[in-house]
């Protein structure tokens, strides 16, 4: 089993293959953190690593005793008060107001495999040996509460999850003021911060900042984690790449407010969180009641970036994900959104549904409108039942006569909204957030149903249930389109509203795990105004999510590249959009934007029925290679190789197939150049003993040559063109200028 304990020496010593994570028990009953990287041999003890020291103008434990500060001592799950005066990993208010608590190692256990999270999205296994969990139970006996941490590592992925459940055992109730799912205090500081930013329709841009002495952080405060902040940082070396040197990953299986931080103290030493954002937050327990944080998984590497990313890929694509959709390849799909908004009728949808089949997708799925009286954003959210007069024969019908086409149907919902001009309203006001006696904020004519009200997940529930069983409906999109402000609990007492937030996400978990509990063959896609809660915790739900409202293949390019640094390409959904776009007005031919759709569950959004024959036959071609390399894309192992963030917007990356023998190159060029030099990728996780036929060339190509010299690219606008025939400088005119697009088919043969 890949956990050890030294009770001589009293440490505990997780490991693989190739990481290794130690830490002991301190002569007060914490635990003391020593090493978290690369895979040490076993050894009786590694306590050299916990330097204690004296140091001017500090406080010490114990009197007589000038060595023994926590201040100065790397720790596993800290508190604040008794000589540390960084910030806490967690923080409890007593009945008497004070907050000092010290908790003392009371017991442990190693077990196989990994335990389940009660109500809470998280990693799992399948097979015992795939992890092995190690469990210790720390005692504060002046409270009479239990804290108990969780550690599991993975086998045969470089990722350790973590979290913390607390239990009341005394008499006296208690406050939780911080409850963070993990810290983690490294030697040094010598590390840049990566963290992914944006906004609406610019998600999880990658931003890179040194680390300085004091606190640096990102956050949300919006009730999900928002399209502003990922719940994700990661610690790189200066010198790590994308292709070597080592780095740290921090990821919240939560999809509500949290905090991940770093704290450099006076000693360079920097101290790590991730979990709740403790910013409006507290949690009462009574006698005999417990509170679990989420999950917080960590990854180390000494392969670059992509390595830390690969770790993060196959962990949530495969034991993250979850259902009959984790492991099949994703349909084709086309939405209506943009085709019609919600202008449409019968008539409409089935012409856009035949011309769909006849191009060769699979699925269509209707979009907002169907339902109520929905003819603008202002109407019938939370009446979910068919308008009769777009749909005659309901939902139901429809969908009965789009399957008879030979297409899966899929619907749309926003379960956690709701109008005021709508049914539901009229008969229940008082399930609107909102606090009392105070003005209630909207966003798009919408206002937020209190998930905190377990009355609300029932109705919905039903409700939306009742849509589902009696309809022909292969997939979901659950859409979120704003944010909470006004915050409060009507359910709540006074003294308990500071749960509100943490109690809305859990009752979002909670319809999501009725729904995909009762409706198993159902494929859910998350989405939240696009990208506004892409995150772990959606991903155990729902295995693909949108990931932007902005349609715009160039931006798409940041955003998936970004995405990459921790998702799957199968989580992505990416979709060939009508231009001009809608958020940029761009336009871009309809090559460079499958070009780009394809790194990901590809599909289409836009009119089909005003495309040319041309335009038409292009889709047909485009939905066969996806047809043919779905697998492969949506299986296989991702590498990024230039950066949009860098290179004047040149992007490339590869997907290579796990027994290497294919592998597909995309190179995307923003801006053309004058007369450029020549240009070479060198591509990433082929074999190098094999030889490798490329589609756009005529030569062959070894693996090692691909990795180590590289592959030239198509080269254009250098002042000579053959069209010409009798001037051979001459301009044809047709050439693409800025957003090319090449796709490299790589066929290995031994």
Not at 15 to 27: K, W
Not at 527 to 549: H, N, T
Not at 681 to 707: A, F, H, S, V
Request: aromatic share 14%; hydrophobic share 35%.
């Amino acid at each position: 089993m890949p956990i050890s304990y030294n009770d001589k020496s009293k440490e505990f010593h997780l490991y693989n293959s190739n990481i290794s994570y130690i830490f002991n028990i301190l002569e007060n009953g914490q635990l003391g953190h020593l090493y978290f990287g690369k895979k040490l041999k076993q050894r009786e003890s590694v306590e050299h690593y916990l330097q204690l020291r004296s140091c001017c103008h500090t406080s010490y434990l114990y009197e007589k005793d000038f060595t023994f500060s926590l201040e100065n001592i790397r720790q596993e799950y800290p508190s604040y008060g008794t000589t540390d005066y960084r910030e806490p990993a967690y923080q409890i208010e007593q009945e008497d107001g004070s907050r000092i608590t010290e908790f003392k190692f009371k017991e442990y256990k190693i077990i196989e495999g990994k335990p389940k999270l009660n109500g809470l999205p998280a990693t799992y296994t399948e097979q015992e040996e795939e992890a092995a969990t190690l469990i210790i139970t720390l005692y504060d006996p002046i409270i009479q509460t239990e804290m108990i941490l969780y550690y599991t590592i993975f086998t045969e992925i470089d990722a350790i999850a973590r979290s913390v459940r607390f239990v009341n055992l005394g008499t006296q109730k208690i406050k939780l003021k911080r409850a963070l799912s993990m810290s983690l205090d490294l030697y040094d500081s010598d590390f840049e911060m990566i963290q992914l930013d944006g906004a609406w329709g610019r998600e999880r841009h990658i931003t890179k900042r040194p680390l300085f002495n004091g606190v640096q952080s990102i956050s949300s405060a919006r009730g999900a984690s928002s399209h502003h902040h990922n719940p994700f940082i990661a610690l790189k070396r200066k010198e790590t790449n994308e292709f070597c040197g080592e780095a740290y990953g921090f990821s919240l299986v939560y999809s509500g407010n949290f905090l991940a931080q770093a704290e450099v103290d006076h000693s360079d030493v920097t101290r790590v969180f991730i979990g709740i954002n403790p910013f409006e937050f507290g949690w009462t327990l009574e006698n005999q009641e417990e509170f679990q944080t989420p999950e917080a998984v960590l990854v180390y590497t000494d392969q670059g970036l992509n390595g830390m990313s690969q770790n993060y890929h196959k962990l949530y694509q495969n034991r993250l994900a979850r259902g009959k959709w984790r492991d099949i390849p994703r349909p084709i799909l086309i939405n209506n959104w943009e085709a019609t908004y919600f202008d449409f009728n019968e008539e409409k949808i089935l012409e856009i549904a035949e011309k769909a089949k006849r191009l060769g997708i699979e699925l269509f799925v209707l979009d907002d409108g169907w339902f109520g009286k929905r003819n603008s954003i202002t109407t019938s959210l939370g009446d979910w039942e068919s308008d009769y007069d777009k749909l005659p024969d309901g939902v139901e019908g429809l969908a009965d006569k789009i399957t008879d086409m030979g297409l899966k149907f899929g619907l749309w919902f926003e379960p956690e909204m709701v109008n005021k001009i709508s049914l539901l309203y009229e008969k229940h006001p008082d399930w609107v957030i909102g606090t009392p006696k105070r003005n209630k904020s909207h966003g798009r004519g919408q206002f937020v149903l209190d998930f905190s009200n377990p009355q609300v997940i029932e109705y919905l529930d039903n409700k939306i249930s009742k849509v589902l069983s009696h309809t022909k409906i292969s997939y979901v999109k659950w859409d979120m389109n704003r944010n909470i402000t006004e915050a409060y609990g009507s359910t709540l007492p006074g003294e308990r509203q500071e749960e509100f937030f943490h109690r809305y996400i859990l009752g979002v978990y909670d319809l999501y795990e009725r729904l995909t509990r009762k409706f198993p063959d159902i494929l859910f896609e998350s989405c939240a105004s696009g990208g506004g809660r892409f995150d772990p915790g959606m991903l155990y739900y729902a295995p693909q999510g949108w990931v932007s409202d902005d349609t715009d293949a160039v931006e798409r390019l940041k955003i998936q590249y970004g995405t990459s640094l921790v998702y799957p390409v199968s989580s992505m959904g990416t979709h060939v959009s009508a231009v001009p776009n809608h958020q940029v007005s761009r336009v871009t031919d309809l090559k460079f934007r499958a070009d780009v759709a394809y790194f990901g569950t590809f599909g289409y959004e836009l009119n089909i029925i005003d495309l040319s024959m041309e335009e038409q036959t292009e889709i047909k071609e485009q939905i066969k290679f996806y047809k043919k390399y779905r697998e492969l894309i949506q299986r296989g192992t991702f590498y990024r190789l230039l950066s949009p963030f860098e290179n004047q917007g040149d992007t490339a990356w590869i997907i290579v197939s796990n027994d290497k023998k294919t592998a597909i190159l995309g190179y995307y060029k923003v801006l053309a150049n004058p007369n450029p030099g020549f240009q070479k990728i060198k591509l990433q996780g082929l074999d190098p003993d094999m030889e490798y036929i490329c589609n756009r060339r005529k030569e062959t190509y070894y693996g090692d040559e691909l990795m180590n010299m590289g592959i030239l690219l198509d080269t254009e606008f250098t002042g000579f063109s053959t069209r010409g025939a009798d001037n051979l400088i001459s301009y044809s005119g047709s050439d693409q200028g800025d957003f090319t697009s090449q796709i490299y088919l790589l066929q290995g043969d031994r």
